[in-house]
């Protein structure tokens, strides 16, 4: 993929060609980077033109300035999509991608062709109780993190992915994952509950592991009940990235929802 930044902006992006007619966005989990997608680049790259972006503070998306944080993601991103002259795209976030995903269809709603978010949650509509709880397992692990990032990785990568090969493969990308970086995901919160959700113009696709925490199976059959016109898919023998436990079902999935 081509490595490409735009100036004055910290996120380094990638593309894997712009030939096709039609574009995909994909959005990382938390304490990895673009990689997580290298199966469904190489699978989408000669239907789709396919972008990745390093969330700041992950992958080489660390060359940032003071007052840069999360919450300006959504305003980079858009930044490369006018930049690169895509007037829609296909978005599909995981975990923190997810979040990230929803606040740019947010803000930008005309860019939106479809959205789908696999372990998240509804930003929009996020349960106090449900909130608090996921806050204090953040917290657990970011505790495992100062101690010894080798350590939270390891723990990291049981809650992320269900299979030997996916925990692997996170692993090996979580251990890259900069201590000083935890400061870029302070303004998170701000994200959650800060919109209402309007009527969609754009097919939305949610969804999680079947081996995925019980509160994120209990966040999508909330945001279901509050969007009855979503897609839900529970991939079965996956956990919390879907896309690195079971990949195939993953592109047969993603390839029908925009095909649909």
């Not at 999508?220 to 079971?246: M, S, T, Y």
Request: hydrophobic share 40%.
């Amino acid at each position: 993929m081509e490595r490409l930044q735009l100036k004055d902006s910290p996120i380094v992006y990638y593309i894997s060609g712009r030939e096709q007619k039609e574009w995909v966005l994909f959005l990382h989990a938390a304490f990895v980077s673009h990689e997580m997608f290298e199966e469904q680049t190489e699978c989408f790259k000669n239907r789709y033109n396919v972008l990745a972006v390093d969330i700041i503070g992950h992958g080489q998306s660390v060359n940032t300035k003071k007052g840069d944080s999360i919450d300006r993601m959504s305003a980079w991103i858009h930044d490369i999509i006018k930049a690169e002259n895509i007037e829609t795209i296909h978005i599909v976030g995981i975990s923190l991608g997810a979040v990230l995903a929803q606040d740019f269809a947010n803000h930008y709603p005309e860019n939106v062709k479809s959205l789908a978010c696999f372990g998240g949650y509804d930003i929009n509509n996020f349960d106090k109780a449900m909130q608090k709880e996921n806050g204090a397992a953040q917290m657990l692990m970011m505790l495992k993190a100062i101690c010894s990032v080798k350590w939270f990785a390891k723990a990291n990568k049981k809650i992320s992915a269900y299979t030997p090969k996916a925990q692997d493969l996170f692993y090996e990308m979580n251990v890259r994952f900069p201590k000083k970086s935890f400061r870029y995901l302070a303004s998170l919160n701000s994200l959650v509950n800060a919109h209402q959700t309007g009527q969609r113009a754009y097919p939305l696709l949610i969804g999680c592991g079947s081996h995925d925490m019980p509160m994120e199976l209990e966040a999508v059959r909330q945001w279901k009940n509050r969007e009855p016109d979503c897609v839900v898919k529970i991939f079965e023998h996956a956990g919390h990235c879907v896309n690195l436990d079971v990949p195939q079902e993953f592109h047969k999935v993603m390839e029908e929802f925009w095909s649909a």
